[in-house]
C-alpha cells in the first residue's frame, strides 16, 4: 500500500473538520507542557471548538481547493488548528487569552467567516467579544429605556390616572375654536 494511500483517510478527516467551520485558525504550539496543553484542549472543547495537531503537508492537501487555501502560507513549523462551526471568534479569543500565559501559544493565521487574516488580524478577532456576550448586552441596552418607560407610566398612574395623561389642548385647537365662534356672531354674507 502506497504512503499516499495511508494519508488519504487523515486528509479526509481535516477537510471534514474544516466543511462549513465559521473559523480555522493555525496555531503554533512548540513547547507547551503536558500540563497547559491539556488545559488550554479543556477550554477549547467546552466553547465547542475542535483541536488537533496534524502534519502542515496532510493540512495543506486537505485545504486545497477551499477557502481555507490562504492558510498553507502559515503551515511551517510545529502547528496545530483550531475550529468551531458556530462561534467565529471563539477559537481566536481562547486561544489569545491562553497565551498571555503561555508564551508558546501564538495564533499564526486564521480565516474567519471566509476571510484570511494574518497574526495581527487574527489578534483583533480575538478582541470582540462573544456571541452570547454581544446578545446580552443588547439586550441589556434595549431593557433599560423600556423599564424607564414602564416607570414613567406607573408614575403617572400613581398621580392621579388617566386624567394626569390627558394632554393640554394645542394652541392651534384653541385658535380653531375661537375663530368658529367670531365667525358665528358675524352677519351672513348675502
Known amino acids: 500500500m502506497a504512503k499516499i494511500e495511508l494519508k488519504q483517510p487523515i486528509v479526509d478527516e481535516i477537510a471534514a473538520t474544516i466543511k462549513d467551520a465559521a473559523t480555522v485558525v493555525i496555531v503554533s504550539y512548540s513547547g507547551i507542557t503536558v500540563a497547559q496543553d491539556t488545559q488550554l484542549r479543556k477550554q477549547l472543547r467546552e466553547a465547542g471548538v475542535t483541536y488537533k495537531v496534524y502534519k502542515n503537508t496532510l493540512m495543506t492537501r486537505a485545504f486545497k481547493g477551499t477557502e481555507f487555501e490562504g492558510l498553507t502560507e502559515s503551515l511551517k513549523g510545529t502547528n496545530a488548528i483550531a475550529v468551531c462551526k458556530d462561534d467565529a471568534t471563539a477559537p481566536a479569543r481562547i486561544l489569545s487569552k491562553f497565551a498571555k500565559d503561555c508564551p508558546a501559544i501564538q495564533l499564526k493565521a486564521g480565516v474567519v467567516e471566509g476571510i484570511v487574516y494574518d497574526e495581527k488580524g487574527m489578534a483583533e478577532i480575538a478582541k470582540i467579544p462573544s456571541r452570547d456576550e454581544l446578545i446580552s448586552k443588547f439586550l441589556g441596552s434595549i431593557q433599560s429605556p423600556i423599564t424607564n418607560f414602564a416607570r414613567v407610566l406607573n408614575q ?21 375654536g375661537e375663530t368658529a365662534e367670531v365667525a358665528a356672531d358675524a352677519p351672513a354674507a348675502e
Open 156 to 176: 403617572i398612574a400613581e398621580k392621579g390616572g388617566a386624567g394626569a395623561c390627558e394632554p393640554a389642548p394645542k394652541a392651534e385647537e384653541a385658535a380653531e
